[in-house]
T-cell receptor, first 110, second 112 residues
């Protein structure tokens, strides 16, 4: 089985722009979670989707949003980018309570 | 806010030695998991221990859980240079609606 696929791998944006990140979970996995990882804050939970519904949400501003499609693929969107949004964004699909992570999207905001 | 706090933040040992990492958490949990991350990559699941279990083994890994102290430890025996990575504990807390909350991690360096 293919693993969790995240695209793109690297992204450079400027302040004020918006960005969309994509995640394809492992086939058959219906739950997708997103995390932001920075050196200072570590891994912070963004949100979780299950069967196209947001099931859990972290403490991030409304600029961060996500969605899940009927094929379980998920996207997250960040609008009005700030310098502090520079981070590794990790997506994970869930099976039997365990998370299976993609390699992440490294976002740099200049 | 972080549920898990890990100790030490960094650990440097020689190949063949054992490495022990500790994790403390704040609220009651359903389970606790350990993950490993190589630099700049995604995390890989290592082991899951439930709140009613005290010890679990997987290959060279041994995890203990003490719910009375709200702490867990991960022991890697006979470490190898390839074990060099960051190790994270993650808790599925009963008041967190099923989401996994990660600690800050321990950076392990195993020197050949």
């Amino acid at each position: 089985k293919a693993g969790v696929t995240q695209t793109p791998r690297y992204l450079i944006k400027t302040r004020g722009q918006q960005v969309t990140l994509s995640c394809s979970p492992i086939s058959g996995h219906r739950s997708v979670s997103w995390y932001q990882q920075t050196p200072g804050q570590g891994l912070q939970f963004l949100f979780e989707y299950f069967s196209e519904t947001q099931r859990n949400k972290g403490n991030f501003p409304g600029r961060f949003s996500g969605r899940q499609f009927s094929n379980s693929r998920s996207e997250m969107n960040v609008s009005t980018l700030e310098l502090g949004d520079s981070a590794l964004y990790l997506c994970a699909s869930t099976l039997n309570e365990k998370l299976f992570f993609g390699s992440g999207t490294q976002l740099s905001v200049l | 806010s972080q549920q898990g706090e890990e100790d030490p933040q960094a650990l440097s040992i020689q190949e063949g030695e054992n490495a022990t990492m500790n994790c403390s958490y704040k609220t009651s949990i359903n389970n606790l998991q350990w993950y490993r991350q190589n630099s700049g990559r995604g995390l890989v699941h290592l082991i899951l221990i439930r709140s009613n279990e005290r010890e679990k083994h997987s290959g060279r890994l041994r995890v203990t859980l003490d719910t009375s102290k709200k702490s867990s430890s991960l022991l890697i025996t006979a470490s190898r240079a390839a074990d060099t990575a960051s190790y994270f504990c993650a808790t599925d807390a009963r008041n967190q609606g099923g989401k996994l909350i990660f600690g800050q991690g321990t950076e392990l360096s195993v020197k050949p």
